[in-house]
């Protein structure tokens, strides 16, 4: 059970390295939002029980018994219930101008009883839309990408948090073809986003270096025509720079 409790969070590094690269970028908001600090306190405090959520439940499938299962199974649903709400607390913060969540943002229903395997599974694929209308609309809020809702720019001092993705349902068998369509969602996702995530990082790293660069440069069209203009006012040689008309 340990060694296939691990083998489902080998994508979480991956999902932790771009969530905070993502809170990380914040460029100059025309159309933007201030947070309201009571918006701001409740996604600290949400995403702060999701972690401690899922921190207590790895710790405790790496190390639970065979008789266990009902245990880990209402754990797990725990784990993701708290993500649907750090979600949700997320997308509340960024654009708080939102009228309604849309389904895909519908938080999970409290856990009551022991859950069944199919329950799980229905749970995470709903956690993966979740995922990613949460990502669609942190990247139009945070990076200004293009949206059809109208998302304004997010102004906040410091840029919240994604929750990181919660790991795959346990206690499932790599040949059963509902599993295997669970691991092929989480895998498109997750490259989608990581795709997305290496553009925009590409895209700002050439703009930081005509940034750099650009002062330097004296071929360009801005240099060209400071240098057209000496040369119309020194036209008659010597090496003097004309800071004057002539």
């Known amino acids: 059970m340990s060694r296939q409790i691990r083998m489902t969070f080998r994508t979480m590094g991956i999902a932790m390295s771009v969530v905070g690269a993502l809170a990380g970028c914040v460029v100059g908001p025309t159309n933007s939002s201030y947070p309201q600090p009571q918006l701001v306190a409740a996604q600290k405090d949400a995403?702060?029980?999701?972690?401690?959520?899922l921190t207590s439940f790895i710790a405790f499938a790496s190390n639970a018994k065979s008789d266990s299962r009902a245990r880990i199974l209402e754990a797990y649903q725990g784990v993701l219930y708290q993500y649907s709400l750090a979600a949700v607390s997320y997308v509340q913060l960024v654009y708080p101008s939102m009228q309604a969540l849309p389904p895909a943002l519908q938080p999970l229903p409290a856990p009551a009883g022991t859950p069944t395997i199919a329950d799980v599974d229905r749970d995470y694929e709903h956690m993966l839309?979740?995922?990613?209308?949460?990502?669609?609309?942190?990247?139009?809020?945070?990076?200004?990408?293009?949206?059809?809702?109208?998302?304004?720019?997010?102004r906040g001092a410091i840029s919240p948090s994604m929750p990181v993705t919660p790991p795959l349902p346990p206690f499932q068998d790599a040949r059963d073809p509902k599993y295997a369509r669970l691991v092929a969602m989480t895998k498109q996702v997750e490259d989608a986003q990581t795709a997305e995530f290496e553009q925009k990082r590409q895209a700002d790293s050439r703009e930081i270096a005509r940034a750099i660069?650009?002062?330097k440069g004296s071929s360009y069209s801005a240099p060209q025509q400071q240098q057209g203009v000496q040369r119309w006012c020194t036209q008659s040689g010597g090496g003097v720079i004309g800071r004057v008309p002539c």
């Open 213 to 215: 660069n650009a002062p």
């Open 47 to 53: 995403n702060a029980r999701y972690t401690q959520t």
């Open 129 to 154: 839309g979740m995922k990613v209308a949460m990502w669609d609309i942190g990247t139009a809020a945070l990076w200004g990408k293009t949206s059809k809702m109208s998302i304004p720019r997010y």
